[in-house]
């Protein structure tokens, strides 16, 4: 039977969601293609009709998933961003968190293509913090971007490291209330 364009074009779409979510659960590597087109709900047989290669649904994956990040925390302020960031909640929920977290490690060590989607998330990620902030006082650009980043990088390897222990230790928690005071007391210095 033949499916439409518009029908092809939700099909495609429900496999980068679905892979979106695997590979942050699992890794890039821990998924093989049978597997996520069958938790997609098609066969094996369709992958290559909606990709060129793995890499390519990688790519468009981590695209999809930093999109999605990025318009969870967009408007937050640094507080609500940082509170949200390094919750245990997004700790535990692999699947639907932040997909820097779950697969910058596995990325740096991708295809071009891969590195690229997550350099346009980062940046992504940069302009909605940059544009949460810009309350109408007149900042210096450069040391906002700067400064954002270095947010970004201490909560996403607070993050990380919380879920590299195990889930209810209490340095799991302790490591995302550190890094939660850290930048809250850093805040507080600037506003004083």
Same mark, same amino acid.
Request: aromatic share 4%; glycine share 8%.
């Given at each position: 039977?033949?499916?439409?364009?518009?029908?092809? =074009? #939700?099909?495609? @779409?429900?496999? *980068? =969601?679905?892979?979106? @979510? !695997? /590979?942050?659960?699992?890794?890039?590597?821990? *998924?093989?293609?049978?597997?996520?087109? $069958? #938790? $997609?709900?098609?066969?094996?047989?369709? /992958?290559?009709?909606?990709?060129?290669?793995?890499?390519?649904?990688?790519?468009?994956?981590? $695209?999809?998933? !930093?999109? +999605?990040?990025?318009?969870?925390?967009?408007?937050?302020?640094? +507080?609500? /961003? *940082?509170? !949200?960031?390094?919750?245990? +909640?997004?700790?535990?929920?692999?699947?639907?968190?932040?997909?820097?977290?779950?697969?910058?490690? &596995? @990325?740096?060590?991708?295809?071009?293509?891969?590195?690229? #989607?997550?350099?346009?998330?980062?940046?992504?990620?940069? %302009?909605?913090?940059?544009?949460?902030? $810009?309350?109408?006082?007149?900042?210096?650009?450069? @040391?906002?971007?700067? #400064?954002?980043?270095?947010?970004?990088?201490? *909560? !996403?390897?607070?993050?990380?490291? %919380?879920?590299?222990?195990?889930?209810?230790?209490?340095?799991?928690?302790?490591?995302?209330?550190?890094?939660?005071? &850290?930048?809250?007391?850093?805040?507080?210095? +600037?506003?004083?």
């Amino acid at each position: 039977m033949k499916v439409s364009k518009q029908q092809a =074009q #939700a099909n495609r @779409a429900h496999i *980068v =969601q679905t892979a979106s @979510a !695997l /590979f942050r659960e699992r890794g890039y590597d821990g *998924v093989g293609i049978a597997d996520l087109m $069958a #938790a $997609a709900g098609f066969t094996q047989g369709g /992958f290559y009709k909606h990709f060129e290669s793995k890499a390519d649904l990688m790519a468009q994956a981590s $695209a999809c998933g !930093l999109a +999605e990040s990025a318009a969870r925390t967009a408007g937050a302020s640094t +507080e609500a /961003f *940082v509170n !949200l960031y390094l919750s245990r +909640e997004h700790r535990d929920q692999r699947a639907t968190g932040c997909t820097l977290a779950a697969l910058c490690s &596995d @990325a740096a060590r991708k295809e071009d293509e891969v590195r690229a #989607a997550f350099a346009a998330g980062i940046e992504a990620q940069v %302009s909605a913090m940059h544009e949460a902030k $810009a309350d109408g006082e007149e900042q210096d650009a450069a @040391a906002m971007r700067a #400064a954002n980043l270095a947010l970004m990088a201490q *909560v !996403l390897g607070g993050l990380i490291m %919380s879920r590299a222990c195990p889930d209810d230790s209490a340095l799991a928690d302790e490591i995302l209330a550190a890094c939660r005071a &850290d930048i809250q007391g850093r805040q507080d210095e +600037e506003q004083s």
